[in-house]
């Protein structure tokens, strides 16, 4: 089954439209979509690793409108959309933290949800809510965001084959840790607001 999922991804990766679902996804991701565009840009880069800054440049891009989209979901659509988006994903109980922590961290806090595989658009939205400066907000998404992914993509495109040959040889094991990984993430976030 594995196996099936990971070549379904790689498959997406070399589809002609690949492009577009990867900007699709970095877009929706900022606002309200689960799914982060790591699991398209990775094998993107593994597939055309020459294409690593394209690629690293079309998630920043898409993330950042997104990541308005997402502020004016917190701004102006918060009833309708902006707490419908963080109740599913349990944060609406945690608003006084998270806007107490906006009021004492900042743009500290957009850079380490922008960076971290936190949730970003809970970030996003709460930003639009509390009102945080747009420059600000444009400035910490921008730097954090592209320390992301070209983080990212940069480590593929120097390390790509080997760590393609890694996964494909461990497939069971990565899968294992990727799933720690993301379920510890969550409980580190759930603690810590």
Known sequence: MLRKLYDWVFSLARHRHATWALA????????????????LLIPMVLFERRKWIFYACICLIASILGAYLGYFFGSVLYESIG????????KQDAFEKITDWNDRWGGWGILLAAVTPFPYKVITIFSGFTHISLIQFTIVSVFGRGLR???????????GEPIREFIEKRLGLMFMIAMVLLIGGFIAVKFLF
């Open 24 to 39: 699709g996804v970095s877009f929706a991701e900022s606002s309200i979509f689960p799914i982060p565009p790591d699991t």
């Open 83 to 90: 707490k419908p988006v963080l109740e599913f994903y349990g």
């Open 149 to 159: 992914f070209f983080l990212v993509a940069g480590l593929i495109y120097v390390f």
